[in-house]
Nanobody
Framework: QVQLVESGGGLVQAGGSLRLSCVAS????????RGWFRQAPGKEREFVAA????????NYADSVKGRFTISRDNAKDTVYLQMNNLKTEDTDVYYC???????????????WGQGTQVTVSS
């Protein structure tokens, strides 16, 4: 069974940091672009960050630039999202995804994880 499994979410105070991980299982996604999205109840899924297959090209939403960093370790088939200086408005369920190329559009992604909750308190 092909899966993307997120971990690392939790509760943190504003200004704090979290590191999300997304591990692939069932197949390799080393040749795929990988992305992070977030979604609040009743809202559309929002692009956060994306990275190309070799990690040399990244793309960020304006709201997270300078605070979040996406990276990947292809030896572990894992992508990370380092989130620093978290704000209350970053509270959401965060999803990782895989696409055949670097893209910011949710509909371009073929595989999705189940999501991990990030809650930032004031």
């Amino acid at each position: 069974q092909v899966q993307l499994v997120e971990s690392g979410g939790g509760l943190v105070q504003a200004g704090g940091s979290l590191r999300l991980s997304c591990v692939a299982s069932g197949r390799t996604f080393n040749g795929y672009g990988r992305g992070w999205f977030r979604q609040a109840p009743g809202k559309e899924r929002e692009f956060v960050a994306a990275i190309n297959w070799n990690g040399r090209i990244t793309n960020y939403a304006d709201s997270v630039k300078g605070r979040f960093t996406i990276s990947r370790d292809n030896a572990k088939d894992t992508v990370y999202l380092q989130m620093n200086n978290l704000k209350t408005e970053d509270t959401d369920v965060y999803y990782c995804a895989a696409a055949t190329y670097l893209t910011t559009q949710p509909h371009d992604y073929d595989y999705w994880g189940q999501g991990t909750q990030v809650t930032v308190s004031s």
